[in-house]
Each structure stands twice: as C-alpha cells, then as structure tokens.
C-alpha cells in the first residue's frame, strides 16, 4: 500500500491505482508538495543546476531499486515515524499543470495526476533517458491512469 502525504490535497485515489505496480513487504509513502512557478524555479535551479520553471521535480530517497522488491530490513533508516518506507518527495507546479492541461487538451485533475503518477515512478527508480526506459515507463503511467479512469 502506498500513502501520499499532502498537505493541500488528498490523492488516496491515486495511491490505489499503484497496488500491484510494486512489490514490498511493507507500506510505502512519498510526500508531495504543490508549489507555484516561483517555488519549482527555485527547486529546479537548485537541485538540477537549470534556471527555468518545470512542471514537476522529483527527490528518490532510495537508489537501485527499479523493479525490486521493497523489503523494510534493506532500508531501515528510510522507515518513516508510521513505519512506512519513504521513497521520497515530489514538487509539482501547479501553474504549469493548468497551462499543460489546456495546451494538451485535458482538464487539470488528469494532467495533475498524470505528473504526480510520473514522479512517483521516478521515486521508484524509472526513467525517461533513452526510448526503451521511456516506453516503459510511459506503459506504467498510462496503466496507472486508465485505473483512475483519467485517459487521454
């Protein structure tokens, strides 16, 4: 089970979309914060060294563990204070996704959802670097998605 810890929105819906996309022997959690253009600016300028706004940044606390199972005993200073294994934290700037909503043509709840169901992938160690790792993880998100019934 995963738990999405946000201050300003509540994504258990998007949590339950995840059963079944990773295997761990215990629960999981991520924290997510939805931040202005200014903010993910900031963020972006100066974790990845660019000047420029994006529309979502993630932060893996863990390392090497694309497709693994998650097991608690191999990360025991990553438990959380609820015994969960953080996997990291995720920025996504909300202005960003309402401009991208419109530019695609979808509504903001969709493309939200799509850039946090992308971050947390990230936070699970997929990546989009050459067209093999990007078709993969384009085929997870897009199940993710059709079990929120947010298609394209």
Do not use: W
Request: proline share 1%.
């Amino acid at each position: 089970m995963l738990k999405i810890y946000c201050e300003e929105r509540n994504f258990s819906a998007l949590a339950g979309a995840f059963d079944g996309e990773v295997t761990a022997d215990c629960n999981l959690a991520a924290e997510v914060v939805l931040v202005d253009r200014e903010e993910i600016c900031r963020l972006n300028r100066e974790m990845r060294g660019v000047d420029a706004v994006t529309d979502v940044l993630s932060f893996p606390s863990l390392d090497g563990i694309k497709g693994k199972k998650l097991q608690k005993k191999a990360f025991p200073a990553d438990m959380d204070e609820e015994g969960n294994l953080f996997l990291g934290s995720i920025a996504i700037c909300t202005k960003r996704a309402e401009e991208q909503a419109e530019e695609y043509g979808h509504g903001y709840e969709r493309e939200l959802n799509y850039l946090l169901t992308h971050g947390l992938f990230h936070l699970l160690g997929y990546d989009h670097m050459n067209d093999t790792d990007k078709a993969e993880m384009r085929a997870r998100e897009e199940r993710v998605m059709n079990k929120l019934g947010l298609t394209r």
